[in-house]
């Protein structure tokens, strides 16, 4: 059974600075896809970034230049490090682990962001 925890979240002032962290932890496929959504209230899930095993990486156009996405396949963590953060950034951050175009498709429980003074 694969379980996906994230960590780090909480709060930062604007233009602050965090770190999450997402470790999958069971047998996952190494064509794995790892990456990070996010969800404001009463808006729907969206994309922040994807890392592929071949080393591609994805963002929305919200977050290029301010979040960095790594990965470390051998410890089956993927990161996301967010620079220079707004309150729109503010939301609940989950990580998603897949393979197999989706067959295998994990979630995190989500870790709380809040951008604020």
């Known amino acids: 059974q694969v379980q996906v925890v994230e960590s780090g979240g909480g709060l930062v002032q604007p233009g602050g600075s965090l770190r999450l962290s997402c470790v999958a932890s069971?047998?996952?496929?190494?064509?794995?896809?790892m990456g990070w959504y996010r969800q404001a209230p009463g808006q729907q899930r969206e994309l922040v970034a994807v890392?592929?095993?071949?080393?591609?990486?994805n963002y929305a156009d919200s977050v290029k230049g301010r979040f960095t996405i790594s990965r470390d396949n051998a410890k089956k963590t993927v990161y996301l490090q967010m620079n220079s953060l707004k309150p729109e950034d503010t939301a609940v951050y989950y990580c998603?682990?897949?393979?197999?175009?989706?067959?295998?498709?994990?979630w995190g429980q989500g870790t709380q962001v809040t951008v604020s003074s």
């Open positions: 069971g047998r996952i496929g190494s064509r794995s896809v």
């Open positions: 890392s592929k095993s071949d080393g591609t990486t």
């Open positions: 998603n682990v897949n393979w197999l175009g989706g067959v295998y498709y994990y």
